[in-house]
């Protein structure tokens, strides 16, 4: 069965820190980009962040350039989400997403949701 399980969100104050972490499982992880896509109530999808197979090509979202940073750990099917000085604007349902380029599969987890209030 394939698996991505989000966690690590949760409340945070405005210019606090989190780290989200996904991990995977039922599929070859090495063979797929990640992704980090996030929604807020009322807004569409928008993809965060991006990391490709082997870790080498990364990008971000303007909102967030400077602020976050994308990992992976292949031995373990790991993804993380380095999220510092979190804005209100920040609060969404980030999802993990895992897409194989090459045939087009993907995946997506559960979510797992962060929250910037005072």
């Known amino acids: 069965e394939v698996q991505l399980q989000a966690s690590g969100g949760g409340l945070v104050q405005p210019g606090g820190s989190l780290r989200l972490s996904c991990l995977g499982s039922?599929?070859?992880?090495?063979?797929?980009?990640m992704n980090w896509v996030r929604q807020a109530p009322g807004k569409g999808p928008e993809r965060v962040s991006a990391?490709?197979?082997?870790?080498?090509?990364?990008t971000y979202a303007d909102s967030v350039k400077g602020r976050f940073t994308i990992s992976r750990d292949l031995p373990k099917n790991m993804v993380y989400l380095q999220m510092t000085s979190l804005k209100p604007e920040d609060s969404a349902v980030y999802y993990c997403?895992?897409?194989?380029?090459?045939?087009?599969?993907?995946?997506w987890g559960q979510g797992t949701l962060v929250t910037v209030s005072s």
């Open positions: 039922g599929f070859t992880f090495s063979t797929y980009g």
């Open positions: 997403h895992a897409k194989n380029i090459l045939d087009g599969t993907d995946y």
């Open positions: 990391i490709n197979r082997a870790g080498e090509l990364i």
